[in-house]
């Protein structure tokens, strides 16, 4: 991400800490749907982590060594985490719709097929690039995957406009959120805005292994404790 003057000194959160963050606000809006699912408050403060984890995406496809490694992490992590996530869901094993990782391994997909459209510059690969991307997206929904295109396409979004600077990049993502769910909770996801205009452009400490098993893990604990309270 390319740091602006004026945002500069405000700039405080490295990669990690914003993950840190958007995991804080996951296993909430976790807690909520499971155990207050008439608590709305606390699906709102949830909406925030999924633009966070989006742009961490779009982050690390930029600087990953290995965009194939990184996507097989994501389809690894995809496949242990839909079990404990179908549990904490749908309190059995249920093929009809998939975990967010798939999303997030659509939107790595994307990424490579617009970046490989953009590396050749010609009109055809630029055309062929975004139909590989759409396609991602089009997939997100037919596999029913959890947000869908919706997030293929909001990785998309912080991707292309990271060179604009953070201003340009965070606002075309508020943008994009609020045309596609101007009347829901969803709309709370654009307070992301406040966090991600205090990235720092580091990679912080990584945890990188933290990060992947945390969503299968914080899943499998929740639906222990449900069971205990029963």
């Not at 004026?6 to 807690?31: Q, R, Y």
């Not at 396609?135 to 037919?142: F, I, L, T, V």
């Amino acid at each position: 991400m390319i740091m602006n003057g004026d945002n500069k000194k405000f700039s405080i959160l490295s990669g990690t800490a914003l993950k840190l963050f958007a995991a804080v606000f996951m296993a909430v809006d976790h807690v909520g749907y499971m155990f207050f699912p008439k608590l709305i408050r606390i699906r709102m403060i949830g909406r925030v982590s999924l633009p966070i984890f989006a742009f961490c995406i779009a982050e690390g496809f930029a600087h990953t060594g290995s965009k194939w490694r990184y996507l097989g992490r994501m389809l690894l992590f995809a496949l242990v985490s839909e079990l404990p996530f179908d549990l904490a869901f749908f309190g059995k094993w249920y093929w009809k719709y998939q975990n967010v990782m798939f999303s997030f391994a659509l939107a790595i997909l994307a990424l490579y097929a617009f970046e490989k459209g953009r590396e050749k510059g010609t009109w055809w690969s630029w055309a062929l690039g975004i139909a590989g991307a759409a396609g991602c997206a089009w997939a997100a929904s037919a596999l029913h995957t959890d947000y869908g295109w919706y997030a293929v396409v909001l990785v998309l979004v912080f991707y292309v406009f990271r060179g604009a600077g953070p201003v340009c990049s965070n606002a075309a993502a508020v943008l994009f959120q609020v045309l596609t769910h101007p009347h829901d909770v969803q709309t709370w996801s654009i307070v992301s805005f406040f966090p991600l205009m205090l990235y720092n452009g580091k990679k912080g400490r990584g945890l990188k292994w933290f990060f992947y098993v945390f969503y299968p893990g914080h899943l499998l604990l929740l639906c222990a404790i449900r069971r205990l309270d029963r």
